[in-house]
């Protein structure tokens, strides 16, 4: 048995203020930079990745695998059509060559599924277009997906299986992948596609009530697990609120023996879905409150202050600088806040040296608004480290020069590339122990749980300047689905709103429009 790999994932948010470009996938942060097909399999061994959960699966199979090259950009805007266009040739010439070589039996692609090109909103939807149109319709091709994925029917019907991670914080990406090759190969040998039911549905979850540790996703999610017990596969995506276009929202792709055990599947998760609306609402805290009530709670055990709307996992830049200066305003002493995504003011860092007194304009290079600061430079590094926790265990990482800078009583971790918060790691290359401290601020929405929740005495989600608002309705969104409602239990559909005078772009999460009259 023979089985083609690849992979090429992204997050687009369509109003983030920087496109994605080449370079960025070249550069990624927390996880490989681009591999080659030469080179895929030695550059991704022991990463975090659905890819090497499906190689590792396939060996056990026996199978031979063809690698068609593999690459991660950290999320932000739109991918350039240079970006979208190389990358994607780069994994349709690959697999023709592999064709050339030898009979092929499946194609596994690790993918994200919220990607949106300059030229191609569902831009996974169109390499996979691209890879039918090389192998035909009768090749099985099994897809993994991140949940916040925006899972289009096109994704749906171009796929013999959608296999999406189960958990967000992200801690199951190689037992997914081990799962979807598993599937594929089930696939292979029973040489016929299972029936498939899609559904998609007419709201869309902010991203911070997506957590599937809490309430209500928690309960969704093992409703789900339950559903499933009785069929092959059901793909639940929570959607990628960022994204405008129609494609855009929750989805779920079910997968049986009978198409009558799909469709009630899918009509099953819908309903649970539904019933549970009004809970996904969620709230967050301005970030002064935040801070102030930080400081209330702080004592053995640190508080943790997730920076949610500058989140890079989200597409923010990583480098607003709202939080930081109400911690420096509201003198928390003992915070540290991480990362500071700054290139120039690193730079500057390593230039003055550790031990140094230095006058910064830091952070604010994706808004025009920097922080006037002067601080300390404590501590200098190379931003190379491996990453330790449930969600990147093993993944290289490589922010560039980084420097550990204490203002007053409040520290922050410059870095020269973007990332999330997600892992202690990148506090601790930098010898600082998150554990140790009274104040953590990550740059991150969810995904620092799975690393940070274990050793807090409480979590705060604050609402600074950046483009991750955590109420997707204040977005400018012109393209989404006329029947989208853009708030939980909200009755309000994207027909209204697209008529209203667009705003110049993404909002406060505090500055909502006025309720026009119910539908």
Not at 197 to 212: G, H, K, V
Not at 238 to 260: K, L, S, V
Not at 487 to 514: A, C, H, T
């Amino acid at each position: 048995m023979r089985i083609a790999v690849a992979g090429f994932l992204h997050e687009s948010h369509s109003f983030a203020p920087r496109a994605t470009e080449w370079v960025n996938f070249l550069t990624p942060g927390g996880l490989p930079a681009l591999q080659r097909p030469a080179a895929m399999m030695e550059g991704l061994k022991g990463t975090s990745t659905c890819a090497w959960g499906g190689i590792t699966e396939a060996m056990k199979h026996g199978a031979t695998i063809a690698p068609l090259g593999w690459c991660f950009a950290n999320p932000a805007g739109p991918v350039t059509r240079e970006a979208f266009e190389r990358i994607s040739a780069m994994i349709v010439d690959a697999l023709s060559v592999a064709l050339e070589e030898g009979q092929l039996d499946g194609v596994f692609l690790d993918l994200h599924g919220a990607m949106v090109s300059d030229d191609y909103p569902d831009a996974e939807g169109e390499l996979m277009r691209r890879v039918r149109a090389v192998v035909g319709p009768a090749m099985p091709l099994a897809i993994t997906l991140d949940p916040h994925a925006n899972m289009t029917r096109q994704m749906a019907e171009l796929a013999d299986v959608i296999v999406p991670y189960r958990t967000y914080p992200h801690v199951d990406m190689l037992a997914v992948g081990m799962r979807a090759m598993a599937l594929l190969i089930q696939r292979i040998q029973r040489g016929a596609p299972w029936a498939m039911a899609f559904r998609e549905l007419d709201f869309l979850i902010p991203i911070t009530s997506q957590c599937t540790m809490v309430e209500p996703m928690a309960g969704v999610m093992a409703t789900r697990l339950e559903i499933e017990a009785g069929i092959v596969e059901l793909a639940y995506c929570f959607g990628f609120p960022y994204a405008d276009f129609p494609g855009c929202g929750q989805a779920i792709a079910a997968y049986a023996e009978t198409p009558e055990a799909a469709s009630a599947a899918a009509a099953a998760l819908a309903k649970e879905i539904s019933a549970r609306e009004g809970s996904f609402a969620g709230a967050v805290q301005p970030a002064a409150k935040a801070v102030a009530e930080a400081i209330r709670l702080a004592g053995s055990k640190p508080v943790i202050i997730a920076d949610t709307q500058d989140n890079p996992g989200g597409g923010g830049h990583g480098d607003t600088t709202g939080l930081l200066a109400e911690l420096i305003a509201q003198d928390a002493q003992g915070a540290v806040l991480a990362p500071m995504n700054d290139a120039e003011s690193a730079a500057a860092c390593h230039a003055a040296g550790e031990g140094a007194t230095i006058t910064l304009e830091l952070g604010g290079k994706s808004d025009g608004a920097p922080l006037t600061v002067t601080g300390v430079v404590e501590k200098l590094g190379d931003g190379r480290f491996t990453l330790t926790g449930p969600m990147g265990k093993g993944n290289p990482a490589d922010l560039g020069p980084s420097a550990l800078l204490r203002i007053g009583g409040v520290r922050v971790v410059i870095v020269s590339r973007k990332m999330q918060a997600h892992d202690q790691s990148i506090f601790l290359q930098l010898g600082v122990d998150p554990a140790l401290q009274k104040i953590v601020a990550v740059k991150s929405s969810v995904h620092f749980r799975a690393h940070f929740q274990p050793i807090a005495a409480s979590v705060l989600v604050a609402a600074a300047p950046g483009p991750v608002v955590a109420d997707p309705a204040t977005l400018p969104f012109t393209a989404l689905r006329e029947d989208m409602r853009l708030r939980p239990g909200d009755n309000r559909r994207f027909g209204w709103q697209k008529y209203r005078q667009p705003k110049k772009g993404p909002q406060s999460v505090l500055e909502i429009p006025e309720k026009p009259a119910e539908e």
